[in-house]
């Protein structure tokens, strides 16, 4: 069982930076791959960025390429997303996720992801 559990989100301007950070219990944080999901209203929710369970890859949803950034410390138990040059179009909720698949390809659908967090705002203004 993992509990996760995001923070880090809040209102910024067109063009600023935020930091999300996705605090995880569990010895084996460093087993699971884990990515970061986005909901806006009316929207599903859609697949930003993501580590294979090896850390060893990364992908990163189109929209996100080149602006955002996916790391772990595995000694914090911690996943991060780094947002620059955000956009109104970011605007959501984000959702930190955790899975147990254990393929070296990187997974982007929602259902592969066994643990979610509760979720936190990021509302950018234009």
Same mark, same amino acid.
């Given at each position: 069982? !993992?509990? /996760? !559990?995001?923070?880090?989100?809040? /209102?910024?301007? #067109?063009?600023?930076? /935020?930091? /999300?950070? $996705? ?16 909901? #806006?209203?009316? @929207?599903?929710?859609?697949? %930003? ?8 890859? *990364? ?5 996100? @390429?080149?602006?955002? *950034?996916?790391?772990?410390?595995? #000694? @914090?138990?911690? %996943? ?6 955000? @956009?109104?179009?970011? *605007?959501?909720?984000?959702? $930190? ?8 390809? %990187?997974?982007?659908?929602? #259902? ?15």
């Amino acid at each position: 069982q !993992v509990q /996760l !559990v995001e923070s880090g989100g809040g /209102l910024v301007q #067109a063009g600023g930076s /935020l930091r /999300l950070s $996705c605090a995880a219990s569990g010895r084996t944080f460093s087993s699971y791959a884990m990515g970061w999901f986005r909901q #806006a209203p009316g @929207k599903e929710r859609e697949f %930003v960025a993501a580590f294979n369970w090896s850390g060893g890859s *990364t992908y990163y949803a189109d929209s996100v @390429k080149g602006r955002f *950034t996916i790391s772990r410390d595995n #000694a @914090k138990n911690t %996943v991060y997303l780094q947002m620059n040059s955000l @956009k109104p179009e970011d *605007t959501a909720v984000y959702y $930190c996720a955790a899975s147990r698949d254990r393929s070296y390809q %990187v997974r982007v659908g929602p #259902a592969y992801y066994d643990y979610w967090g509760q979720g936190t705002q990021v509302t950018v203004s234009s």
